[in-house]
């Protein structure tokens, strides 16, 4: 189980290495975009739908590990209440389950949306890009995310010792 763990964490990183590729793919286009811009009155044209396509790349290639590592915004108004009884390992197992499950309503329609936009044959304004590729990108994130929270939840619950020191 533990060759498995480790197995899956050298693969979180491809996700990670995928949204800083779109990251700085976005800084490159947006700083030639200016320079034109300004110096030959000659923007990049597709700038607005590549950016479009960037951010989705980026914010869906990272939510399994930030929704699994703990590493998103949250409020901490009922922790202390939870550590007193030393409840925390349990409060986080149970909404990583409840989160991935939650999960699951978003990526049918998702999915749904994508099948939608591939049979009407739907692309980009200036680049042709059939938007069917983003959606299903952006639907297999969400996707992971779910299976990755629930599957972490439950070790949480049933196996703290398996996600390291900084999950328990």
């Known amino acids: 189980m533990r060759s498995l763990l480790h197995a899956v964490r050298k ?18 286009m947006t700083f030639f975009d200016v320079i034109l811009r300004s110096t030959f009155n000659a923007p990049i044209e597709a700038a607005t739908e590549l950016t479009r396509i960037f951010v989705a790349v980026m914010v ?8 699994v590592g ?42 749904v949306l994508a099948e939608r936009t591939r049979s009407y044959g739907d692309v980009t304004e200036y680049l042709a890009i059939p938007q069917f590729y983003i959606m299903w990108f952006i639907a297999i994130g969400t996707g992971i995310a779910a299976a990755s929270m629930v599957i972490a939840g439950v070790l949480k619950l049933a196996a703290p010792h398996l996600l390291g020191d900084d999950a328990q």
């Not at 949250?74 to 209440?81: A, C, F, K």
């Open 11 to 28: 693969l979180d990183r491809i996700p990670i290495l995928v949204a800083c590729a779109a990251l700085f793919a976005l800084m490159a």
């Open 60 to 67: 869906f290639a990272v939510l399994p590990h930030v929704s």
């Open 70 to 111: 703990n590493h998103h915004i949250s409020v901490d108004l009922t922790d202390g209440l939870f550590r007193r009884y030393r409840l925390e390992r349990v409060r986080d197992g149970v909404i990583l389950i409840a989160s991935g499950v939650m999960l699951i309503w978003p990526v049918q329609r998702i999915v």
